[in-house]
Every structure is written in C-alpha cells, then in structure tokens.
C-alpha cells in the first residue's frame, strides 16, 4: 500500500450526532453509514464489532469520536 492509501484509511470522515436518537443503535448506525459512505467498509465493519462489545453507552460514544470527526 502507499501512503496515501493509508491516510484515506485513517482519515475521520464527518459524522453529524447532534439531533440524531440518542439510541445507542442509531448512533452506531449513523457512524458506520458515514464510514461507508467515505469509502471505509472495513473500518466500517470494525467499529461496529467493537461498539457492539462496548460495555457503556459512554464507551461506544469515545469510539465514535475515535472513527468520525463528530459534528
């Protein structure tokens, strides 16, 4: 891989929450759709194993921020 396939994998495409159903499945809903969008279906499919394994509502929200760029 180059470079700049690397960076299109690690780069946090834009994620609006704010007004989305504070349900933890729309939420992570919400995120893996943005990932797809961006291209990113495998990190799509990997932070929705984890959000599932989250054990908090707090921890599946740091996630999020850990895979979008909140808004």
Do not use: H, W
Not at 32 to 38: D, F, V, W
């Amino acid at each position: 891989m180059d470079g700049r396939t690397n960076e299109a994998a690690a780069a946090k495409p834009a994620c609006k929450l704010v007004g989305t159903d504070g349900n933890v499945f729309a939420i992570i809903g919400r995120v893996k759709q943005a990932l797809k969008k961006a291209g990113q279906n495998d990190r799509a499919s990997e932070f929705v194993q984890k959000a599932f394994a989250a054990r908090s509502y707090d921890e599946v929200l740091a996630l999020c921020m850990d895979y979008v760029d909140v808004r």
